[in-house]
């Protein structure tokens, strides 16, 4: 939980859309947003690891996981 909640806080801008939240069956967690046609989630994995997944309902989508700790890029 508290690897998600500083992607949260890392990644989001303070009026970003909230997310849905919810347990995993690994018991990790999962932040979900569905929004104009883009569905995005970002899986914590373990502390330090996660998973993103994008889709925009236009065809694009891509999908990565990684040990990395997140940063916002500016």
Do not use: Y
């Not at 998600?4 to 967690?29: F, M, Q, S, W």
């Not at 979900?32 to 996660?50: A, M």
């Amino acid at each position: 939980v508290a690897g998600a909640l500083e992607v949260l806080v890392k990644i989001l801008d303070d009026d970003a859309p909230v997310p849905r939240i919810g347990p995993t069956a690994r018991g990790g967690v999962v932040m979900e947003w569905h929004r104009n046609g883009i569905d995005l989630e970002i899986e914590t994995l373990s502390p330090w690891r996660f998973s993103v997944a994008f889709e925009e309902h236009s065809g694009t989508t891509w999908e990565r996981s990684g040990p990395d700790r997140p940063h916002r890029t500016p």
